[in-house]
């Protein structure tokens, strides 16, 4: 499906398709996604395969998702962590980057290592963004 989503914004200029899927996957019940395991594991490889494809269409979206990193759904909570990081690597990891840019980059460092329920995903994480591109 995110092929599908990546051709929709790319050669059909449809760039509001993605903020209309993620707001959908938002808006459901977050004690449903904590219990429906398979939903779950669909909608966070989704997430992370979406933003690896077009990382700068979600990139809006992440005050969306942001929500849901307090959520029951640990599941969850790791693949919006995944999304962060993407981001992270895949737009704001050259040398030459904006104060603005920076800025940007370190509240999203900052949202991923401060996650206490997830800090070990999160140790990972910094650890990989640390020894790739970013560095």
């Known amino acids: 499906m995110a092929e599908a989503v990546e051709k929709f914004v790319t050669d059909f200029q449809c760039r509001g398709i993605v903020m209309d899927i993620v707001r959908e996957i938002t808006r459901l ?3 449903e996604l904590s219990r429906d395991t398979s939903g779950t594991r669909a909608f966070s ?6 933003t690896e494809r077009i990382p700068d269409q979600m990139r809006p979206c992440l ?3 942001q ?3 307090d959520g029951e759904s640990y599941m969850l909570r790791k693949s919006i962590l ?3 990081t993407e981001i992270v690597i ?3 990891s ?3 980057l904006d104060e603005a840019s920076k800025t940007t980059r370190d509240q999203y460092l900052d949202c991923i290592g401060k996650k206490g329920t997830t800090k070990i995903k999160s140790l990972l994480i910094l650890t990989v963004i640390f ?4 560095s």
């Open 29 to 31: 019940d977050v004690r």
């Open 131 to 134: 020894r790739g591109p970013c």
């Open 90 to 92: 895949r737009l704001f």
């Open 67 to 69: 929500f849901h990193l």
């Open 94 to 96: 050259t040398d030459n």
């Open 82 to 84: 995944a999304v962060f």
């Open 63 to 65: 005050s969306l998702l």
């Open 45 to 50: 490889l989704f997430l992370v395969e979406i």
